[in-house]
């Protein structure tokens, strides 16, 4: 996991937390969305991470 993914399942863990406390359902159902898309985004972020080796700096030479 990445500290992306770590950071997007902690707003999605908010949002249900917010919809759980929700008296309204309108509101209710707009938290459940936000924490299903802050959810998915943090396994796309987790699947990229996984897929993409990460970067090595290069060296970084002044051309004189």
């Known amino acids: 996991m990445s500290l992306r993914g770590d950071s997007y399942r902690q707003r999605a863990d ?3 937390h917010r919809a759980a406390q929700a ?3 309108s509101i209710k ?3 459940e969305h936000v924490a299903a ?5 943090a396994e796309q972020v987790d ?3 996984r897929e993409i080796p990460p970067r090595r700096e290069e060296n970084n ?3 004189r």
């Not at 898309?37 to 985004?41: S, Y």
Request: glycine letters at 0%; zero cysteines.
């Open 14 to 16: 908010d949002a249900k």
């Open 47 to 49: 699947r990229i991470d």
């Open 61 to 63: 030479r002044s051309v």
């Open 23 to 25: 008296k309204d359902l």
């Open 29 to 31: 159902s707009a938290f």
């Open 37 to 41: 898309v802050w959810a998915a985004l």
